[in-house]
């Protein structure tokens, strides 16, 4: 199919975001192109704005306008407990819970040498000197149960435990509205696993 190349090279940039292909990428870029020339300068300016603004708090390393981020200077917070995530989504994730109260730390990815990423490309060394400094009582770890994420998590936690600092992770199952006879071996596991005492 023939675009003429301004339209085409809308359409490839679409493309390069996660989970749009093609045919979406074309919708959007028709959408654009159906904006009023006020929306599309909007847009721009959000876009590059946020690009410019946006960094990662040089103490959690969630993203923010701010440095150090909102969370990490709400007083309101307890410093006893640092929660570990992979990325930032994660962290907008917990806190849409409003159920952790404490910091969090952003591992910005997971162990995964299929990538090429080892620890020295994480935020470990960073953790652990924040962990020991900060005088943290307990480190929850907030990790997807994949192989990189059981890799990550052993890896942090054979640091973190001879600090003496108690090392939990999020207990994984199944999810609300389920059925038994639907799940796999590893989900009614980590159900098990993660049981307690009613």
């Known amino acids: 199919m023939y675009f003429t190349p301004p339209l085409a090279r ?6 390069k975001f996660p989970g749009v292909g093609p045919k979406s990428a074309q919708r ?3 959408f654009v192109l159906n904006m009023s020339a006020e929306d599309v300068g909007k847009f721009a300016e959000v876009v590059v704005e946020a ?4 960094k990662h708090c040089s103490k ?4 923010s ?4 981020c909102e969370i990490c200077t709400n007083e309101k917070r307890d410093s006893a407990t640092i929660c ?3 990325d930032s989504r994660d962290v907008i994730a917990l806190e849409k819970t409003r159920e952790y109260r404490g910091f969090y730390h ?11 990423r080892g620890p020295e490309q994480l935020r470990i060394r960073e953790l652990i000197n924040r962990a020991h400094n900060e005088g943290a009582k307990e480190v929850i770890l907030a990790i997807n149960p994949t192989i990189e994420g059981d890799a990550t998590v052993l890896y942090i936690s054979s640091f973190l435990k001879p600090l003496s600092i108690k090392v939990t992770r999020i207990a994984f199952g199944l999810p609300m509205g389920s059925d038994l006879e639907y799940a796999d071996e590893i989900t009614l596991t980590r159900a098990m696993e993660g049981r307690r005492e009613i």
Do not use: R, T, Y
Request: glycine share 6%; net charge negative; aromatic share 8%.
């Open 60 to 63: 959690c390393f969630h993203l």
């Open 65 to 68: 306008a701010n440095d150090p």
């Open 28 to 30: 959007m870029a028709f």
């Open 106 to 116: 952003v591992l910005s990815g997971l162990i995964s040498p299929l990538e090429g």
């Open 84 to 86: 570990v995530v992979a």
């Open 10 to 15: 809308l359409i490839e940039e679409f493309q």
């Open 51 to 54: 690009k410019d603004k946006v």
